[in-house]
């Protein structure tokens, strides 16, 4: 058929999706539960917050997934909360029902693409249930990251409020100035802090809350210290100078460490990668050369055999080249 009648299909098609999802977003801000959320809060102070007698809060409730019937559903799951919370720590604009959606999901994926490929059945089964772990693994990196790059930025926010303290300005007032005028992804926690404090919430809550959405030790250093000077009194200024002293020579010991450990990391990556690479290469050059390895009896054995010393190779390894400061 003519080429022209294809893409002529394709792109009503593209069309009609398009228009659809345009439907849907017109209609759902404006009929959507934030809509109608939206105009019930603007009735409520317009007629002196009596309508309906409903109880109006301040508090952002941050949804699990953006059904409210999968978000019902989720929240009877224990523990539920706590997976949330790790994933806010991750920085990752990511839900709940989507991380759990794409570990799902995945996999399938990858079995109908390795159905395609000269593997067995088994071996290709195997592969996408291991892929079902990337998504969760790469959260677990992107919060491990995050929460380097806030240990990092804790010693100049304490110099920051130290600095504040010192020109005359009240504690919270020192929080505000870092969550505005500090760079991401501290600015961001302190500025919800602010907000807390300015919405009613207590200052030890608050810090409290946030050395609950930052699990860095040393940020709880500074929050004790800080609930510490308040019950007890003190120069404030003066503690936050030695906390951030003490974080930064933790800090030149890590990197210290960091240096001389690099060459053991680097050798546990290439021992770990290499028989992948060096099996992907072969196959590539000459695919029938490992089919006995899975047609054979004795094959399947030394792989079972080889993936279990990986497995506590790559654990031990691990244990080997990891120090903690």
């Known amino acids: 058929m003519n080429p022209i009648f294809y ?53 952002k409730q941050r949804m699990l997934s953006e059904s409210q019937t999968i978000d019902k559903l989720l929240m009877q799951v224990p523990r539920i909360q706590s997976l949330d ?31 395609f490929a000269p593997v067995p059945l088994s071996i290709a089964a195997l592969v996408a249930l291991a892929s079902s772990v990337l998504p969760i693994l790469y959260v677990a990196r992107r919060r491990a990251k995050r929460l380097r790059q806030l240990e990092r930025q804790l010693p100049e926010v304490a110099d920051m409020i130290s600095r504040a303290l010192r020109a005359g300005h009240a504690f919270s007032g020192a929080i505000g100035m870092v969550g505005s005028e500090f760079a991401e992804p501290m600015g961001g926690e302190f500025r919800i802090t602010f907000d807390e404090i300015n919405y009613g919430v207590s200052l030890n809550e608050a810090l409290m809350n946030l050395a609950t959405r930052v699990p860095i030790r040393d940020l709880r250093y500074f929050v004790i210290a800080v609930l510490i000077q308040r019950e007890t009194g003190g120069n404030l200024a003066e503690v936050l100078d030695s906390i951030a002293s003490l974080i930064r020579e933790r800090l030149k010991l890590f990197d210290k460490i960091r240096v001389l450990s690099a060459e053991g990391k680097l050798s546990a990556w290439i021992l770990g990668l290499l028989p992948f690479g ?27 055999v080889v993936a279990g010393s990986m497995f506590s ?6 244990r080997i080249v990891k120090i903690r400061v």
């Open 278 to 304: 060096t099996a992907a290469l072969m196959m590539f050059v000459n695919p029938t050369f490992l089919e006995v390895l899975w047609h054979d009896p004795a094959g399947l054995k030394m792989i079972e």
């Open 85 to 115: 919370l790790w994933i806010q720590q991750s920085g990752v604009k990511w839900s709940i029902a989507r991380l759990i959606g794409t570990t799902l999901l995945l996999p399938v994926a990858v079995l109908a693409c390795g159905s």
């Open 313 to 318: 190779g790559v654990l031990w390894m691990r």
């Open 7 to 59: 893409a002529f299909a394709i792109l009503l098609f593209i069309a009609v999706v398009l228009a659809l999802e345009g439907s849907y977003q017109w209609w759902n801000n404006r009929h959507g539960p934030a809509a109608r959320r939206i105009e019930s809060r603007i009735r409520a102070l317009s007629a002196g917050g009596q309508v309906h007698k409903e109880r109006l809060t301040i508090l």
